[in-house]
């Protein structure tokens, strides 16, 4: 009896294990793949397949991170790919995790998890802005509002003659407002910065005020582009405001050239105001030949930083000219970059290593004619790297700034590449200048763009001219919006 029942025991063991061992849980799914990155309102496809050691069929179901779970789907076997898409709402980091079930119920462990990047969409556009003469944009910036001011001439509007252009527009290209400034001769703005208040500080040059053939002409305007003071700098001769930028104490700096004064023909000057546009002090730099400034920038001692061009000193016949200052504009030291042809600097930035990245043009370097020629320095002005970019034909760099990833966006034109005669160019390098991608904007006539940002949604804003879409064969401003890989949808 004892004998019959120990079998009996270990039978009904065998059977229970048998009956346990029917009942494997499914393994966990492979990690789900799909995109790494993508946009707010899109949808997305991600896959994964799950096996199970018993060979039952399994339903899957996705956890997308974002306090949605999907729905089982219909059972699939083993190992069979399944789909599911989902679109976020919001922008943020999510973590996508998958658990199968079979068809016994068993549920298995959450998979391992892929990581999606969502960001809001990035608008993009193209506007062009002018009448039925020429119309230029020298310069943009991106307001605290997200919106953008754009500043250059107008031969359409105005008073007469050339006038200086402000407008004001929408994150969507659409202008808010415009106004003109100026008489009966030429008037333009180079150059503009931000105030505290919301409002505006142009910088360019007259014909229509001031002493001379040309003067510095300083315009502040409220936050609706109305002047609320002005200010010429000059004497007979040519004098041209390049470049402003806000200081420590509320005043302004302003690098240009002059005619004026100086050593002789063309001479860098530097102009420090109050917050009201007064002067508090002027420095002149340069030789015999002609030299000017066309952009500063602040340095972390206080001083300035002004790149341009100079005829008076260097290598060649015209060299990239480097000046650092202190707080009250006596020069510390100076650089020139160059080689036996011709080089100009149009723009300086700081970098966040401390240093600063030039760009302007060369011809003693690259593929032939000019170059778009790009150089970090460090902060004593010594050349850490240079890059050229171009092909045969003329190329030249305008402005560069550093982006998110701590590469280099570069705004300029090209004769070598692109649709038509001369079409706009950007560029964007990696923190070292090597190119990642490069993108042309033009038809068949001649387009150029003067100055470009990233802003803030990792985009980028340009502006320049166009003929090729401009009004009745004239050039207009153009406005260009791209996304952060320099790229604007077909529809816009």
């Given at each position: 009896?004892?004998?019959?029942?120990?079998?009996?025991?270990?039978?009904?063991?065998?059977?229970?294990?048998?009956?346990?061992?029917?009942?494997?849980?499914?393994?966990?799914?492979?990690?789900?793949?799909?995109?790494?990155?993508?946009?707010?309102?899109?949808?997305?496809?991600?896959?994964?397949?799950?096996?199970?050691?018993?060979?039952?069929?399994?339903?899957?179901?996705?956890?997308?991170?974002?306090?949605?779970?999907?729905?089982?789907?219909?059972?699939?076997?083993?190992?069979?790919?399944?789909?599911?898409?989902?679109?976020?709402?919001?922008?943020?980091?999510?973590?996508?995790?998958?658990?199968?079930?079979?068809?016994?119920?068993?549920?298995?462990?959450?998979?391992?998890?892929?990581?999606?990047?969502?960001?809001?969409?990035?608008?993009?556009?193209?506007?062009?802005?002018?009448?039925?003469?020429?119309?230029?944009?020298?310069?943009v910036k991106q307001t605290e509002d997200g919106e953008y001011v754009v500043a250059?001439?107008?031969?359409?509007?105005?008073?007469?003659?050339?006038?200086?252009?402000?407008?004001?527009?929408?994150?969507?290209?659409?202008?808010?407002?415009?106004?003109?400034?100026?008489?009966?001769?030429?008037?333009?703005?180079?150059?503009?910065?931000?105030?505290?208040?919301?409002?505006?500080?142009?910088?360019?040059?007259?014909?229509?005020?001031?002493?001379?053939?040309?003067?510095?002409?300083?315009?502040?305007?409220?936050?609706?582009?109305?002047?609320?003071?002005?200010?010429?700098?000059?004497?007979?001769?040519?004098?041209?405001?390049?470049?402003?930028?806000?200081?420590?104490?509320?005043?302004?700096?302003?690098?240009?050239?002059?005619?004026?004064?100086?050593?002789?023909?063309?001479?860098?000057?530097?102009?420090?105001?109050?917050?009201?546009?007064?002067?508090?002090?002027?420095?002149?730099?340069?030789?015999?030949?002609?030299?000017?400034?066309?952009?500063?920038?602040?340095?972390?001692?206080?001083?300035?930083l002004i790149v341009g061009t100079t005829y008076s000193f260097g290598a060649g016949?015209?060299?990239?000219?480097?000046?650092?200052?202190?707080?009250?504009?006596?020069?510390?030291?100076?650089?020139?970059?160059?080689?036996?042809?011709?080089?100009?600097?149009?723009?300086?930035?700081?970098?966040?290593?401390?240093?600063?990245?030039?760009?302007?043009?060369?011809?003693?370097?690259?593929?032939?004619?000019?170059?778009?020629?790009?150089?970090?320095?460090?902060?004593?002005?010594?050349?850490?790297?240079?890059?050229?970019?171009?092909?045969?034909?003329?190329?030249?760099?305008?402005?560069?700034?550093?982006?998110?990833?701590?590469?280099?966006?570069?705004?300029?034109?090209?004769?070598?590449?692109?649709?038509?005669?001369?079409?706009?160019?950007?560029?964007?390098?990696?923190?070292?200048?090597?190119?990642?991608?490069?993108?042309?904007?033009?038809?068949?006539?001649?387009?150029?763009?003067?100055?470009?940002?990233?802003?803030?949604?990792?985009?980028?804003?340009?502006?320049?001219?166009?003929?090729?879409?401009?009004?009745?064969?004239?050039?207009?401003?153009?406005?260009?919006?791209?996304n952060n890989t320099g790229d604007i949808s077909v529809s816009n």
């Amino acid at each position: 009896m004892r004998k019959w029942i120990l079998i009996s025991g270990v039978i009904l063991f065998l059977i229970m294990c048998r009956q346990v061992s029917k009942n494997n849980p499914p393994c966990p799914p492979m990690r789900p793949m799909g995109t790494d990155s993508g946009y707010v309102n899109t949808t997305y496809v991600f896959t994964t397949s799950a096996s199970d050691l018993d060979g039952d069929s399994v339903t899957i179901k996705f956890d997308w991170g974002d306090g949605n779970v999907s729905d089982w789907s219909h059972y699939t076997m083993p190992g069979e790919t399944l789909s599911m898409c989902h679109c976020y709402l919001n922008a943020g980091v999510y973590y996508i995790k998958a658990q199968a079930k079979d068809i016994h119920g068993a549920l298995s462990e959450w998979s391992n998890a892929h990581k999606v990047v969502i960001i809001n969409k990035i608008p993009t556009w193209k506007k062009t802005f002018g009448g039925y003469n020429d119309e230029r944009g020298n310069f943009v910036k991106q307001t605290e509002d997200g919106e953008y001011v754009v500043a250059g001439f107008t031969f359409s509007y105005g008073a007469g003659g050339q006038d200086i252009w402000l407008l004001k527009v929408s994150p969507h290209g659409d202008v808010k407002w415009s106004k003109t400034f100026g008489g009966i001769g030429w008037d333009c703005a180079l150059s503009l910065c931000l105030t505290d208040d919301g409002g505006f500080v142009i910088v360019g040059y007259t014909e229509s005020k001031g002493k001379g053939d040309k003067d510095i002409w300083l315009i502040k305007t409220d936050a609706s582009g109305n002047e609320e003071w002005d200010k010429t700098f000059g004497d007979t001769a040519a004098d041209y405001g390049y470049s402003i930028a806000r200081t420590s104490d509320g005043g302004f700096i302003i690098v240009g050239y002059t005619e004026s004064y100086g050593m002789g023909g063309r001479d860098v000057w530097l102009i420090k105001t109050d917050a009201n546009g007064n002067k508090e002090w002027d420095k002149t730099f340069g030789g015999e030949d002609d030299d000017w400034g066309r952009w500063i920038c602040l340095t972390e001692d206080g001083g300035y930083l002004i790149v341009g061009t100079t005829y008076s000193f260097g290598a060649g016949d015209k060299d990239i000219w480097l000046i650092k200052t202190d707080a009250n504009g006596n020069k510390e030291w100076d650089k020139t970059f160059g080689g036996a042809s011709y080089e100009e600097g149009s723009c300086i930035m700081p970098t966040n290593d401390g240093g600063f990245i030039i760009t302007g043009v060369t011809c003693s370097y690259g593929a032939g004619g000019e170059d778009v020629w790009l150089i970090k320095i460090d902060a004593n002005g010594n050349e850490v790297w240079s890059k050229t970019f171009g092909g045969i034909d003329d190329d030249r760099g305008w402005t560069v700034c550093q982006t998110d990833d701590g590469g280099f966006f570069i705004v300029g034109r090209t004769y070598s590449y692109g649709s038509g005669g001369r079409d706009v160019w950007i560029i964007k390098t990696d923190v070292n200048g090597n190119m990642e991608w490069n993108r042309t904007f033009g038809g068949i006539n001649y387009d150029a763009a003067y100055c470009g940002w990233q802003v803030k949604d990792g985009g980028y804003i340009i502006v320049g001219y166009t003929y090729s879409y401009g009004t009745d064969g004239s050039a207009d401003i153009w406005l260009l919006k791209t996304n952060n890989t320099g790229d604007i949808s077909v529809s816009n």
